[in-house]
T-cell receptor
Framework: DTAVSQTPKYLVTQMGNDKSIKCEQNLGHDTMYWYKQDSKKFLKIMFSYNNKELIINETVPNRFSPKSPDKAHLNLHINSLELGDSAVYFC?????????????FGPGTRLTVT | KQEVTQIPAALSVPEGENLVLNCSFTDSAIYNLQWFRQDPGKGLTSLLLIQSSQREQTSGRLNASLDKSSGRSTLYIAASQPGDSATYLCAGPHTGNQFYFGTGTSLTVIP
């Protein structure tokens, strides 16, 4: 069974569009995350979220917004897409906060902005 | 701000060799350190998690150590196999709930 799933796996879109990436975890975890992996393969955290708190990496543009309809889902919505947004986006989840728990990652969504 | 560096960036070894991957971080105020592997085009798989109170963790042929005082962690892989070929990443949460990943080491094990 898939623990952390993301859709779509590939997303190609034009500049200026608005798009969403969905993430679901069936692990019963409390905290979910979004990461961006750029062309140099460097991973950066964008958001961490549980039902109590949303923590945003200060470098993330406000065009990016996480939306959580329930504890098992954390979707990433991106407004006014730019070329520099092209990257692989990974969703992850953990049982509690980042301090003590293993993070489980989804397979990634490769976003290409043309 | 935490910076996490991994050395070497790439490593190629013949099958059967023991090898060590290094991870260094600038701020010792980490709560734990996690090692992952990433296969090409795939997501990350967690390998080992070391809590800040621990010195090492072992899983099969893998052994990870943590020395907070020196800002270093190592991942030791014994008797390497071609299936170990992947990119290995270390990552640790910093105070403030920010999670920082290293730059990665690309490992190739030659049959």
């Amino acid at each position: 069974d898939t623990a952390v799933s993301q859709t779509p796996k590939y997303l190609v879109t034009q500049m200026g569009n608005d798009k969403s990436i969905k993430c679901e975890q069936n692990l019963g975890h409390d905290t979910m995350y979004w990461y961006k992996q750029d062309s140099k393969k460097f991973l950066k955290i964008m958001f961490s979220y549980n039902n109590k708190e949303l923590i945003i990496n200060e470098t993330v543009p406000n065009r990016f917004s996480p939306k959580s309809p329930d504890k098992a889902h954390l979707n990433l919505h991106i407004n006014s897409l730019e070329l520099g947004d092209s990257a692989v986006y990974f969703c992850a989840s953990s049982h509690a906060d980042t301090y003590s728990s293993v993070q489980y990652f989804g397979p990634g969504t490769r976003l290409t902005v043309t | 701000k935490q910076e996490v560096t991994q050395i070497p960036a790439a490593l190629s070894v013949p099958e059967g060799e023991n090898l060590v991957l290094n991870c260094s971080f600038t701020d010792s105020a980490i709560y734990n350190l996690q090692w992952f592997r990433q296969d090409p085009g795939k997501g990350l798989t967690s390998l080992l998690l070391i809590q800040s109170s621990q010195r090492e963790q072992t899983s099969g042929r893998l052994n990870a150590s943590l020395d907070k005082s020196s800002g270093r962690s190592t991942l030791y892989i014994a008797a390497s196999q071609p299936g170990d070929s992947a990119t290995y990443l270390c990552a640790g949460p910093h105070t403030g709930n920010q999670f920082y990943f290293g730059t990665g080491t690309s490992l190739t094990v030659i049959p």
